[in-house]
């Protein structure tokens, strides 16, 4: 059992963040992220979003957010099959797409992730410290 949930004990801060990571090779999944509890998590490439408020924030890797991801959407996976083919179906492929990704096969590479944070406590870890990362973008709210 482990858990990595991350507990905001500090302040909201002053502007919230938009921080943009372009994952081009499987090396990029080992970086930190820390997801805040009002951060949104999107994979625009595969329509794919963590609604803020829907998990607690927690302090992982890419990849490590990529599999939760995929685990909590096959939680009702087998009710859905059973009730919404359909539904079921796409709902098992945005599972395949995710673990690929988190594998990082190279038929999913390149992808973006976005957090999108109004408390502005989430972030992705700089590879290239501390020199600039031409794959991270982090702009703050005006």
Same mark, same amino acid.
């Given at each position: 059992?482990?858990?990595?949930?991350?507990?905001?004990?500090?302040?909201?801060?002053?502007?919230?963040?938009?921080?943009?990571?372009?994952?081009?090779?499987?090396?990029?999944?080992?970086?930190?992220?820390?997801?805040?509890?009002?951060?949104?998590?999107?994979?625009?490439?595969?329509?794919?979003? !963590?609604?803020?408020?829907?998990?607690?924030?927690? !302090?992982?890797?890419?990849?490590?957010?990529?599999?939760?991801?995929?685990?909590?959407?096959?939680?009702?996976?087998?009710?859905?099959?059973?009730?919404?083919?359909?539904?079921?179906?796409?709902?098992?492929? !945005?599972?395949?797409?995710?673990?690929?990704?988190?594998?990082?096969?190279?038929?999913?590479?390149?992808?973006?992730?976005?957090?999108?944070?109004?408390?502005?406590?989430?972030?992705?870890?700089?590879?290239?410290?501390?020199?600039?990362?031409?794959?991270?973008?982090?702009?703050?709210?005006?």
């Amino acid at each position: 059992w482990s858990n990595n949930e991350a507990i905001f004990g500090g302040e909201i801060q002053e502007k919230g963040c938009r921080i943009e990571l372009k994952v081009k090779a499987k090396e990029d999944l080992d970086r930190q992220v820390i997801k805040g509890d009002f951060s949104t998590v999107s994979f625009p490439e595969i329509e794919f979003e !963590i609604p803020c408020n829907s998990q607690k924030g927690e !302090i992982t890797t890419l990849e490590g957010l990529l599999r939760t991801a995929a685990e909590r959407l096959a939680y009702d996976q087998k009710y859905r099959m059973q009730n919404d083919p359909n539904l079921g179906l796409a709902v098992a492929e !945005i599972i395949s797409k995710l673990n690929n990704m988190a594998d990082g096969a190279s038929e999913c590479l390149p992808f973006t992730l976005v957090m999108d944070d109004p408390s502005g406590n989430s972030y992705v870890e700089n590879s290239n410290a501390p020199n600039v990362d031409p794959m991270l973008t982090t702009k703050y709210y005006l």
